[in-house]
């Protein structure tokens, strides 16, 4: 993505709101607002948001995962089946 031609003024959004809308909604791609030259907020669409959301949660899970190994905090695959064995099996005495 081209940042450039995705930053507009605040005067553009108070003005093109609805054709905002209608291009964000097409295209997925953010647009950046400024006020007084500077940067102040970025819009998108609904879709794009919770797509980026997914993504940084994701992306958290996976740090973190990093994180345990490094501490050597996780169990070895083997154990972790049989313990589903055995939870599986207990279930199933119910």
Known sequence: M????????????????????????ESGEPLIITQNGEA???VQD???YESDRQTLALLKILALGQKQIEQE??????????????????????
């Not at 003024?9 to 964000?24: G, M």
């Not at 089946?81 to 005495?93: G, M, S, V, Y």
């Open 73 to 94: 905090r996780f169990s070895d695959i083997d154990d972790v089946f049989a313990e589903l064995d055995e939870l599986d099996r207990q279930e199933k005495r119910r």
């Open 46 to 48: 609904v879709r794009s």
């Open 40 to 42: 102040k907020l970025v």
């Open 2 to 25: 081209r940042i450039a031609g995705h930053v507009k003024p605040i005067s553009y959004l108070k003005s093109e709101a609805a054709q905002i809308v209608k291009d964000l909604a």
